[in-house]
């Protein structure tokens, strides 16, 4: 039987791979210019030999994510892939992609607040597990967590796995994919992201905030308010 690697082969392209890196010590980060995914990019650089990043552009309002991705990605040395999921921003009304619809100030009860933007995470992750596959990478790692849970049900854990079986029947492979993060609350974030040197890279150049708006952010949108509390409560267990 010819496996995709020994078809890989044939063309020579597996040589030229193999000598950069082998599939076990290489993985693709889902970036998106966040605190969250800047900081699972610089834990991947220490857990794999070959780091790669994939960012989507899926008709979010503020471009300038994309733009801070690029750039973290550029001063990492990463190698950085632009994909477009734009058919997203068509399939559903929400607060980051559609313009009319102003974000909620305050989470409304059970629901999911109006930022969710159904079936991101499910397509992000299966487009990116098609890009690895390409490339005969099979770990992936995402940002998302379920310790601060705002009410994503594509942040938790279930949701992870399952999808982690799903690729993997889906396409016959044996997918991995890592949530460093699932666990930590922004404290802890923030402290991971001190422990792995990039405290400062990533309080100035990443975008958290629902505004789009660079390192601090707005200061008023749910996710500047998460991402300052949880610096606070880093600094003064720091501190004290
Ligand atoms: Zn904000």
């Avoid at 992870?160 to 930590?184: C, G, K, W, Y």
């Avoid at 660079?214 to 610096?231: D, F, I, T, V």
Wanted: proline share 3%.
């Amino acid at each position: 039987m010819i496996t995709q690697e020994s078809k890989n082969e044939l063309t020579g392209e597996a040589i030229v791979r193999s000598v950069a890196f082998c599939s076990e010590t290489a993985a693709i980060v889902l970036l998106s210019g966040g605190q969250d995914s800047t900081t699972c990019l610089f834990w991947a650089l220490r857990k794999f030999e070959h780091v790669e990043a994939v960012c989507f552009n899926y008709g979010q309002k503020h471009s300038a994510e994309i733009e801070a991705a690029r750039t973290i990605a550029q001063g990492a040395n990463v190698p950085f892939r632009l994909l477009d999921a734009g058919l997203i921003a068509e399939l559903s009304v929400n607060a980051l992609t559609s313009p009319a619809v102003a974000m909620d100030k305050e989470q409304a009860g059970n629901t999911p607040p109006n930022t969710f933007v159904p079936g991101r995470n499910l397509l992000f992750l299966t487009l990116a597990a098609i890009v690895a596959r390409e490339k005969r990478i099979f770990h992936l790692v995402t940002g998302v967590s379920q310790a601060d849970y705002s009410g994503y049900p594509d942040c938790r854990d279930t949701f992870i796995r399952s999808l982690n079986v799903t690729l993997n029947l889906a396409m016959d492979e044996q997918f991995v994919i890592h949530t460093p993060l699932m666990q930590r609350n922004k404290k802890e974030v923030w402290q991971l992201a001190d422990e792995l040197g990039v405290f400062d890279l990533v309080q100035k150049e990443t975008i958290t905030c629902y505004n789009g708006i660079r390192g601090n952010g707005c200061g008023e949108c749910p996710a500047c308010k998460l991402r300052r509390k949880g610096m606070e409560e880093y600094e003064t267990e720091l501190f004290n």
